[in-house]
Each structure stands twice: as C-alpha cells, then as structure tokens.
C-alpha cells in the first residue's frame, strides 16, 4: 500500500504548500469550466459578492446549496466569533438571492464545547434573521471521536437543513433492514402492521445518521491532506433528497471535491469553488481521476504524487 501523507493543507504554509501551489491551474479570481460541460470549478472567497456573480453567470439558479464552512476561519485568519458571524452572512446572503425560488440549504457547522458550543448558536441566530426557514438539525455519528476521561466523547457533526420557499424532498432509505414489526393501523378498512405499509424494506435515515462511515485513510474516497473531509454517501443522500436529475448545486467550499464528485454520481451539475488555489485543483483532479479510473479517491496516496515524484526524481538526478 503506498503511504504518502499530506499535512493539513489547511493549515500548512511551509515547503509542500508551496510545491503545489505551482501545480494549481487557478489563481483566486479564476474559474474552470468543464470540458464535458457539466460543472463549473473556481478559486475565490465566499464572502465576494462580485466573484459570485461571476461564477454563476449563464447558470441555472441552483435548486440545493451544500455548504461545509470553515469553523473557525474566514479568509485563512482566525476570527472572533462576531467576525465570523459577519462573514458568514455575507454569504449566506448572496446564496439566497442566487438559489431557484424554491431550494435547500444545508450548512455543516461545529460547535465547541469548550467555548459555549460556538459559532454554532450564532450561525443560527444569524439564520433565524435571514429569508432561510429552518427544516431539521442533523446528526451525523463519527465513528471515531475525541475527548478526555472527564467528558463525554465528542463524535457528532451538526448539520442545519433549511429552506427557500417549498422545495421538493425525496424519501431516502438507509442500508439499515427494518426488524422491528407492530405499530398495528387501519388501512382501508384493513388492519396492517408496519412492515406491510412500508415503501421499502430499510429503514429511512432521521435526523440522527448512524449509518455512515467517518471517511479515514484506509478509505478509497479518501483524500490526504483534506482535514474533517465529508463522506460522500452523506453528501450523496443530501443531493438524492434534496435535488433532481439535471438540478444545479453549489458549494462556496470545495474543499476535497466531495459534493462535485456526488453531482458527477448523480447527474446533477456543480458550480464549486475555494479559495484556496490548492483545494480547487484538488477538486478537478478528483473529477478526473473519477472518470479515468472510477475511483472515488486516492486511500492514503494523494493527487499529486506523481508531479512530486517526478520532481524528486529529477532533484536526486
């Protein structure tokens, strides 16, 4: 198995930042159309009104917006929690003028415990003064946590669902069989229980996710370098739920490519962008990669190893 380990490229500003910076194709302003011409990638800040209008221009209002945020950052600098906020509604609210008068709005968002479960209560304070209404508060379960012995393991990730006017929402179902039979009800006169009135014989997710795996090194959607990277089968159920066959969907943080590489899956069209260059070209390569080798990822290697190597090689020569 090869092993090549990335730092956090969030937070890495040494040697190998810069080694990929010089293999990025966008610089911040810049955008990349596909040459299949399904999605749209690009290299700009959330909170720039202008590089939205840019990146959507000729798009089809999207229909559902994924959003994973930064939880403490904004534009690569520690902010307060106010600061935050600010920046926050900034985007927030150039995603509500952009959207199809009837979409979705998911937004995943930590919440520390150590500092009052901030920005978490702020975010949804900011949200309950926006045009958004709010639908659920999501759960997902991490496999694996942190903690202490003198406190609850920490193993959720929060995310808010809400609304712009009255979207469409698909039933899914989890890989989870129903067991359970009873819950005995009239029918047309006919007595069932709930396993004969069922749609399907899985059980259907609720607002507590147990059913997805953490994404980990061993994994092959795996990307390295991509901190708290998002399992593609939860971005996958968001978009089967929330979205059509041919719906726009965006994300202002690409990050790992996760909701294009779903949208690619799904038959949905993109429009993603970062600001980082790195993780905008990480977001194509992932595209790419998927359609020359059906992989969804790259384990524990990464999308650059054979520039580096090449590099290396001709280093040592």
């Known amino acids: 198995m ?4 990335f730092p956090r490229l969030d937070l890495d500003s040494g040697a190998v930042r810069k080694q990929l910076l010089s293999l990025c194709r966008l610089e911040r302003g810049q955008i990349w159309q596909d ?12 909170g720039d009104a202008g590089f939205i209008k840019k990146i959507f221009k000729g798009v089809k209002p999207p229909a559902l917006a994924v959003f994973d945020p930064p ?22 609210d150039s995603c509500y003028r952009l959207l199809n008068d009837n979409a979705a709005f998911y937004v995943w968002l930590g919440a520390d415990q150590k500092e009052h479960f901030q920005p978490l209560p702020q975010f949804m304070m900011m949200m309950a003064a926006s045009g958004f209404k709010a639908r659920s508060f999501i759960t997902m379960r991490n496999q694996r946590g942190y903690g202490t012995q003198k406190n609850w393991m920490a193993i959720r990730q929060e995310l808010l669902y809400y609304v712009k006017g009255e979207p469409i929402f698909n039933v899914q179902y989890t890989d989870i069989p129903k067991i359970l039979r009873g819950y005995y009800k009239e029918v047309n006169g006919h007595v069932t229980e709930n396993m004969e009135r069922s749609h399907s014989p899985n059980i259907r997710p609720g607002n507590v996710w147990v059913d997805i795996q953490q994404v980990f090194y061993r994994m092959e959607e795996n ?18 739920a929330s979205s059509s066959e041919g719906d726009t969907v965006t994300d202002f943080f690409a990050h790992s490519g996760t909701t294009l590489l779903a949208c690619e899956q ?12 790195v993780f ?13 080798t059906g992989k969804t990822g790259w384990q524990n290697s990464h999308p650059f190893e054979q520039e580096l190597e090449k590099k290396e090689a001709d280093t040592v020569t």
């Open 2 to 5: 090869i092993n090549t380990p």
């Open 223 to 240: 990307v390295n370098g991509c901190y708290a990277q998002k399992p593609l089968k939860a971005i996958e159920r968001i978009i089967m």
């Open 280 to 292: 905008a070209e990480i977001t194509i390569r992932r595209l790419e990669h998927y359609r020359m």
């Open 71 to 92: 939880y403490n950052l904004a534009v690569f600098e520690r902010q307060t929690v106010n600061e935050y906020i600010e920046w926050c509604r900034r985007w927030v």
């Open 35 to 46: 040459p299949e011409g399904r999605h749209v990638v690009g290299c700009g800040d959330a």
């Open 266 to 277: 799904t038959n949905r069209k993109c429009v993603t962008f970062d600001i980082d260059p």
